[in-house]
């Protein structure tokens, strides 16, 4: 790990501003600054070398103003601060979400789970080993411009949606495919203090031909919280998450489902896609395919069809088309199962 500078903030106005200066150090330090809540993503890439911030800014005494979970009239709001174990385990996020309760009780380990924060927890990097060994020199995201070794090494658990001939590295989290499920919105504040909330959805980029760009997210900005709006989908929320290992591991393929019923006929279909693509994926193809039809093997096997329908998979990640489909047939099957009380 390289030398950094380490500096604790007492409030958003304080992580801000050392946000926006400079850290006053030795010009080989470089002066790029990160926030520090959990770590349980960026320290592992410091340790690395992947990435080198300058300078730490620790943000974990923001829990009084980010740490918060809340029930609303029309909805949920989920601090940025508020910790991946705290939110898994909430009663009423358990009855009224459960798909954000699904997702992030099947994201990490325990320990995990009880550092990580939401806000660190959408943010994480792709786990594709081209990124994290940096003896691999070509690698689009960490080093733009020097090509990407995925295309034809190693590319098993990488993305078959949303890629591009510079990458195709796949994002690694679970409660962001809840979030773009339920159309959730994310709130931030910028370095000079401006507050903006926009849909979650538009938070993270396809890699294009700027993969090192993995967000809409400005220098300094940082993550408040999530607001969640509630509707008669909720509680009929899946998250199915298929894995190389029952334990602690990232998602082949998952499927984020909420449904609202009358009787089998799908009167409202939100579809999320995780373990596929190269951001959090949407899939209105999955939902237009489904709506207003009788939910069956059949019609959730058409709905599969048209949100792998663009897929393309290099070399052995190939299984992952089917292995998507069958993933969103059986969250869609078992959100029909449900037993949701009224």
């Not at 946000?19 to 150090?25: K, V």
């Not at 897929?311 to 059986?330: C, M, P």
């Amino acid at each position: 790990m390289r030398e950094f500078v380490l500096e604790r903030a007492g409030d958003a106005v304080e992580a801000l501003r050392r946000s926006a200066t400079q850290p006053a150090t030795d010009a080989h330090v470089r002066a790029d600054t990160q926030y520090l809540a959990g770590g349980t993503n960026l320290l592992d890439l410091m340790k690395l070398d992947v990435m080198r911030p300058g300078r730490l800014v620790d943000i974990s005494r923001l829990g009084e103003e980010f740490g918060r979970i809340e029930l609303l009239e029309d909805g949920l709001w989920l601090g940025g601060h508020v910790r991946m174990a705290e939110a898994a385990d909430d009663d009423w996020i358990r009855r009224d979400y459960p798909v954000i309760a699904d997702s992030l009780w099947q994201a990490a380990s325990p320990q995990l789970r009880n550092m990580a924060t939401l806000a660190g927890n959408v943010l994480q990097r792709t786990r594709c080993n081209y990124f994290r060994d940096t003896s691999w020199r070509a690698c689009n995201k960490r080093e733009p411009g020097t090509g990407c070794a995925a295309l034809e090494g190693c590319n098993r658990r990488l993305a078959v949606l949303g890629t591009s001939e510079h990458c195709i590295a796949l994002y690694p989290g679970d409660f962001a495919q809840a979030l773009v499920a339920l159309g959730a919105e994310v709130s931030v504040l910028a370095v000079d203090g401006t507050a903006r909330t926009f849909a979650f959805e538009d938070l993270h980029r396809l890699p294009a031909d700027t993969p090192h760009i993995e967000t809409t997210l400005a220098v300094g900005d940082l993550i408040t919280g999530f607001k969640v709006p509630m509707g008669p989908w909720t509680r009929r929320s899946r998250y199915v998450k298929v894995r190389d290992r029952a334990s602690y591991d990232f998602a082949l393929a998952s499927a984020a489902v909420a449904l609202e019923l009358d009787g089998n006929q799908v009167v409202t279909a939100r579809i999320a896609l995780g373990g596929l693509a190269t951001k959090p994926w949407r899939s209105r193809e999955a939902e237009q395919a489904i709506t207003g039809q009788d939910l069956s093997k059949e019609t959730a096997a058409e709905a599969a069809e048209a949100a792998l329908a663009d897929a393309a998979a290099l070399g052995d990640a190939s299984f992952k088309i089917e292995l998507g489909r069958r993933t969103l047939v059986r969250a869609l099957l078992e959100a029909q199962a449900m037993e949701v009380a009224p």
